[in-house]
């Protein structure tokens, strides 16, 4: 089991920034990677940024420049760094971890989400 708690949401203007936390606990050392989702009213749940044991990142188009994923692997974090926000970044976010089950499937833990609203 893998237990992740997030903080950081708010309300911003357009243009501001905001740093999202996970922070996991259980069993960590299964994780196999770690990232940050979002839905909007009415949308599916889409990933926003991804970061493997090893540190490799990878970002949705949308938010390439603007966002970066780090991990702090000593105290179990994960981080979402936010600038110049866009009011079409306003949604739900959830950060998820995966961890592997049988050989070639993963397993995914969701955090409760976290809401992010971006003024115009």
């Known amino acids: 089991q893998v237990q992740l708690v997030e903080s950081g949401g708010g309300l911003v203007q357009a243009g501001g920034s905001l740093r999202l936390s996970c922070a996991a606990s259980?069993?960590?050392?299964?994780?196999?990677?770690m990232g940050w989702y979002r839905q909007a009213p009415g949308k599916q749940r889409d990933l926003v940024a991804g970061?493997?044991?090893?540190?490799?990142?990878n970002y949705a188009d949308s938010v390439k420049g603007r966002f970066t994923i780090s991990r702090d692997n000593a105290k179990n974090t994960v981080y979402l760094q936010m600038n110049s926000l866009k009011p079409e970044d306003t949604a739900v976010y959830y950060c998820?971890?995966?961890?592997?089950?049988?050989?070639?499937?993963?397993?995914?833990?969701w955090g409760q989400g976290t809401q992010v609203t971006v003024s115009s």
């Open positions: 998820n971890a995966k961890v592997p089950t049988i050989p070639g499937s993963l397993y995914n833990y």
């Open positions: 259980g069993s960590i050392f299964s994780v196999n990677a």
């Open positions: 970061i493997t044991s090893g540190g490799s990142t």
